[in-house]
């Protein structure tokens, strides 16, 4: 079936840096993308809509210029979180529909810590 | 209005006992829904869609009302390997395909 790899599956970086999150749908095309946040025992949040090829679109309450998502291929979407807190330390986890929308794959999630 | 409505739980029960979740849904216009699985610290699972008045696979029963709104999912023979987080989620009725999480129903069996 449909794979998503995402990539690393955790990071710990200090305060004030950037890390970059990469989603890759291994063998099938996406163009369209989804980041989620998840935080301890709460729900997954949509955070924005990854477009290849154009502007990712942000829910409300997102801050698009701390999380930069660029979709630049088919098969790869990046979120970068800018100036990472530690209240930004989550669960991100990217997803991706397949063809004709019948299903959504994830990937495996990336647990970010910011110390 | 939260689109869907879900009892967190968590539901404890033994190994081998039947167990039986309801999602409550707000959007009439729904039309399909999926249950994911969630274990914790992983990505969703996705367990059975439904797209019609319900769906069966194995041990697992969905059952779809749509006058009343809510769909149900119920596990026979419960294994300890179920004990997860299960998501009910609408299928997008716009463009869009956002899948929109709820928090969930947290299941333990025990041995």
């Known amino acids: 079936g449909a794979v998503v790899s995402q990539h690393p599956s955790w990071v710990i970086c200090k305060s004030g840096t950037s890390v970059k999150i990469e989603c890759r749908s291994l063998?099938?095309?996406?163009?369209?993308m989804f980041w989620y946040r998840q935080f301890p025992k709460q729900s997954l949040m949509l955070m924005a809509t990854s477009n290849e090829g154009s502007k990712a679109t942000y829910e409300q309450g997102v801050e698009k210029d701390k999380f930069l998502i660029n979709h630049a291929s088919l098969t790869l979407s990046t979120l970068t979180v800018t100036s990472a807190h530690p209240e930004d330390s989550s669960f991100y986890i990217c997803s991706a529909p397949t063809a004709g929308h019948t299903e959504a794959f994830f990937g495996q999630g990336t647990r970010l810590t910011v110390v | 209005r939260k689109e869907v409505e879900q009892d967190p739980g968590p539901f404890n029960v033994p190994e081998g006992a039947t167990v039986a979740f309801n999602c409550t849904y707000s959007n009439s216009a729904s039309q399909s829904f999926f249950w994911y699985r969630q274990d914790c610290r992983k990505e969703p699972k996705l367990l059975m869609s439904?797209?019609?008045s319900g769906n069966e696979d194995g041990r697992f029963t969905a059952q779809l009302n749509r006058a009343s709104q809510y769909i149900s999912l119920l596990i026979r023979d419960s294994k300890l390997s179920d004990s997860a987080t299960y998501l009910c989620?609408?299928?997008?009725?716009?463009?869009?395909?956002?899948?929109?999480f709820g928090s969930g129903t947290r299941l333990l069996v025990r041995p």
């Open positions: 063998d099938f095309q996406a163009t369209t």
């Open positions: 439904v797209y019609s």
């Open positions: 989620v609408p299928y997008p009725v716009d463009s869009s395909y956002k899948l929109i």
